[in-house]
């Protein structure tokens, strides 16, 4: 055991620096363009390579790789060192506190510049302006996010499980169905006449490759693993939708975004031996992997698609947990979220502990490490705690413990920043904050600067002994076992005495290594100037004790909402981005999960305070904000809570729709007037299991995945329901 745990440190110091690094060389930097990638022109047609536009980088560096050999090589190193961290938590030295979490990863894409239109994108708006209807909310106005629904005016598309009823809003009837059998239907876009139906479905068996890697192993994807789907439809005619192609990526859907005819698509594929992303099942070209995380733990693929032509390009980035995208109108931003690294914490302890050695045994212990072998270092140090009584061993840790007590560990964002022309991808450097982010409403551009908010937690090492534990046998015990022979019809009963000694059970004493959360919570807001990506203005310990709940950029106001006891609404001032200010805050109870705006200065909320809160907030004067109307319904919860494609803003109609459920009595979707800056409930839709509404003209459509109600935007009265097809 205590040879796995010098293979273990071997392996840390080797990810840490502080052996020679794995190399992964190939590397983005001004004038080169080193690496390729492949575009398909359609499903079965034949790839062509052209190279990538590398960009200038103006900070840091994107490391990829040369060959699948070098993927493969790295992979496997990888996965030997998640499999000996498992075994030590069992050793004598164990690692404490590893955080692990889902990966979130969010995309806010932007279409064309207005001032550059492509006619695909012209026709599709003016289709768009020919009738009123709100599309989807989004985050910035005319950037397309994934949804359930969608709706054009002509026709509306609807998610219902595994399939996709597509209504004529004309006609008022499904006019046609498209199935996809065992897959999760998990977004859509309408594009002109082209529907996109991104999907997901497990891998009922392994996938095997066979790339003759001098590894001699084979590339696999493992039973289980998702795999995602995206479907092209041509629906000009509604009842006839025409499946024009559809492209296979491995990996679980994280989200997508449509930049005029462009469509990205973000998916996660855990990292575990020599996996490689693939598309239509070819592999992501090893020129397109990044290694982004020191300790990575998933690939974060994107595949940049032109909807009109089939082609496209794909990246895959080696990220960790809580990872984020978010898109501008021209570069895109892939965000790593960095906790506290326990490898690192234990990492300090070692090198710590050295100073407090004997000189001879510090002098050992230094040799061995100067010329790497761990094995050694262990040894010693093991040889010489055990000459030591606990309390001596304990007296040392303390020592090490207080000389390590100003070490802070921090959360931070890493943020890689490309540059994003239709399929092509160009690198442009790295920045970082310190936090992390909540979610899309948490960063955006301004003009030349992005801004970014984030909750900071700080973490301090602790190191515990535990003395060693000498379990004592017991005296030596009697059993007996009696044995009956039989021969001819004659039995004759033994017995046999058995006497018991209990081995010695001794447990090895152990070092605990653990990262504790010290101090209060804090929240941030940053500016960074995009010319040199670099953090030029900051705002910091922003409501200590509590974290971001809910945040947006409307003009240059930055709103931010934190939360523990009661609503503290932040009003930024990033008008001067070098210098964000805050101008005012206000306390009421309860929090919002979503602001949105309106007219006349005004500011939507949406949150909790016992059951649904709808708050609307006067911020014509930031630095007197005001609650100057509420709706409270308790016992009552939205889907808008997670979700913000859920809230439909009528502006013309002064009408916000929102759906929700009452515990014990209805759901459906709560129409409410903000009506001159008034809030009133102006009725409860009943609709079962309402998770969307939207409007065409002066119809007002609620929708479940099985029916659609049609109502009078007017009276708010039913005019007609619509079965849907599940």
């Known amino acids: 055991m205590e040879r796995k745990v010098v293979i273990v440190l071997g392996v840390i110091a080797l990810l840490l620096g502080a052996l020679t690094p794995i190399s992964i060389d190939t590397v983005f930097r001004v004038g080169r363009s080193s690496s390729t990638i492949t575009t398909q022109t359609q499903e079965t047609g034949s790839p062509v390579s052209r190279p990538i536009d590398v960009g200038e980088v103006l900070s840091g560096e994107l490391r990829t790789f040369k060959s699948y050999d070098e993927v493969a090589d790295y992979l496997i190193s990888l996965d030997n060192a998640k499999a000996l961290v498992n075994n030590l938590i069992s050793s004598w030295l164990t690692l404490g506190a590893i955080r692990v979490g889902g990966v979130a990863l969010v995309t806010t894409a932007v279409p064309p510049s207005p001032s550059t239109p492509s006619a695909e994108s012209a026709k599709a708006g003016a289709d768009m302006r020919a009738v009123r209807t709100p599309g989807t909310n989004v985050q910035v106005v005319g950037v397309d996010e994934p949804d359930i629904v969608k709706c054009d005016g002509r ?266 022309k239709g399929i092509n991808v160009s690198f442009r450097g790295r920045f970082e904050v310190a936090g992390r982010v909540l979610d899309q409403f948490s960063m955006e551009e301004l003009g030349e600067h992005f801004i970014v908010a984030t909750t900071s937690t700080s973490s301090v090492i602790k190191v515990r002994y535990d003395q060693p534990i000498v379990i004592v046998p017991p005296m030596p015990s009697e059993k007996y076992i009696e044995i009956t022979e039989c021969n001819d019809s004659r039995c004759v009963t033994k017995t046999v005495t058995l006497t018991q000694i209990p081995q010695q059970q001794q447990y090895k004493p152990r070092m605990y290594v653990d990262l504790v959360p010290v101090g209060e919570t804090g929240n941030n807001v940053f500016t960074v100037r995009l010319k040199e990506l670099k953090v030029v203005g900051a705002l910091r310990g922003l409501a200590e004790g509590e974290r971001i709940y809910a945040s947006r950029l409307i003009g240059t106001m930055f709103y931010l909402v934190t939360y523990r006891q009661v609503d503290p609404l932040f009003a930024i001032d990033v008008s001067n981005p070098e210098k964000p200010a805050v101008l005012g805050y206000l306390k009421i109870p309860g929090f919002s999960e979503y602001l949105h705006p309106l007219q006349r200065s005004k500011l939507l909320g949406v949150g909790i305070e016992e059951g649904l809160k709808i708050s609307l907030f006067d911020v014509s004067n930031p630095a007197k904000m005001a609650e100057v109307s509420k709706v409270s319904i308790p016992k009552a919860w939205s889907i808008a809570y997670q979700d913000h494609h859920a809230v439909t803003v009528d502006m013309d109609n002064e009408l916000v729709f929102i759906p929700i459920s009452v515990r014990g009595y209805a759901s459906g979707v709560l129409a409410v007037s903000y009506r001159n800056d008034v809030l009133v409930v102006k009725k409860l839709i009943e609709h079962e299991g309402a998770l969307r509404t939207t409007y065409v003209g002066d119809e007002l459509y609620t929708i479940s995945p099985n029916l659609v109600k049609v109502l009078g935007i007017g009276n708010l009265s039913v005019i007609q329901e619509i079965k849907l097809s599940t």
């Not at 002109?192 to 003759?212: A, F, I, Q, R």
């Not at 794909?314 to 326990?342: I, Q």
């Open 155 to 420: 026709v509306l598309a609807v998610t219902s499980f595994n399939k996709v009823n597509l209504v004529g809003v004309k006609e008022r009837k499904v006019l046609s169905t498209v199935s996809f059998k065992d897959e999760e239907v998990s977004g859509l876009f309408l594009y002109g006449d082209m529907l996109v139906v991104l999907t997901t479905k497990p891998n009922v068996y392994p996938l095997v490759l066979d790339l003759g890697l001098r590894c001699r192993c084979n590339v696999i994807i493992p039973s289980g693993t998702s795999n995602t789907t995206v479907y092209l439809y041509n629906v000009s005619s509604v009842d006839n939708p025409v499946l024009q192609r559809k492209f296979s990526i491995t990996g679980t859907y994280s989200t997508s975004r449509m930049n005029g005819k462009y469509v990205y698509v973000i998916t996660s594929l855990p990292i575990s031996g020599p996996t490689i992303p693939l598309i239509n099942g070819v592999p992501v070209m090893a020129e397109n992997i990044a290694k982004v995380d020191v300790e990575p733990t998933a690939y974060t693929t994107v595949m940049a698609l032109d909807v009109s032509t089939g082609s496209y390009t794909s990246y895959a980035f080696m990220t960790g947990y809580n990872s984020w995208f978010y898109m501008s109108p021209n570069n895109l931003y892939l965000v790593s979220a960095e906790g506290p690294s326990v490898l690192e914490a234990y990492n300090a302890v070692v090198s710590a502990l050295v100073n407090y050695l004997p000189a001879n045994v510090a002098s050992e212990v230094r040799r061995s490490l100067e010329i790497g072998d761990l094995m050694k270092c262990v040894d010693v140090i093991s040889e010489y705690f055990s000459s030591l009584s606990y309390k001596e061993v304990g007296s040392l840790l303390t020592k090490v413990s207080d000389s390590l007590a100003g070490k802070v560990f921090s959360e931070l964002s890493n943020f890689y920043m490309f540059s994003v």
